[in-house]
């Protein structure tokens, strides 16, 4: 009897640990977030620097797409992406590298972070990627664009 009481006090300890752990990681007033996988990556590279100006950090029309390819001045025609399911995130870099990440939370915003790397190089490179829109209000914080 008295091994099932100490079992039943390691066990009771051991989930109390593992609860203020848990508490620890998310403060309170904060939300929990998943990560978000993408359904389609465009990557490339743009020579002209100065064509990066006014890049929109999401796309929700394929008219605004078509726009983007053209004004990079990207070979071939735009992909066609059902903006009434998806988004597009654009990330960019002067590195020559970079990927993408995105995270939902309860709230709504998805939250897309870039890893790239610091040599710089002349134009910059680019990664487009498709998330499903469902759930999304917000992109890092900000209203989703119109068009």
């Known amino acids: 009897m008295r091994r099932f009481g100490r079992l039943a006090c390691a066990g009771a300890f051991a989930l109390m640990v593992l609860t203020a752990a848990e508490a620890r990681e998310q403060p309170q007033g904060s939300t929990m977030s998943r990560p978000v996988k993408f359904s389609t990556e465009w990557k490339g590279e743009v020579a002209d620097e100065a064509r990066l100006k006014g890049a929109p950090e999401v796309i929700t029309s394929n008219k605004a ?4 390819w053209q004004d990079w001045g990207v070979a ?5 992406v ?9 990330g960019t870099t002067r590195g020559s590298r970079i990927s993408l990440s995105a995270r939902l ?3 709504g915003n998805l939250e897309v972070l870039g890893l790239a790397t610091r040599d710089l190089r002349p134009g910059f490179r680019y990664v487009l990627a498709a998330v499903p829109r469902e759930g999304i209000k917000t992109v890092n914080r900000k209203e989703l664009p119109k068009e």
């Open 105 to 107: 939370d309860d709230k």
């Open 82 to 90: 059902d903006f009434a399911k998806e988004i597009v995130v654009v």
């Open 76 to 80: 071939g025609k735009a992909p066609e």
């Open 65 to 68: 797409l078509e726009k983007l």
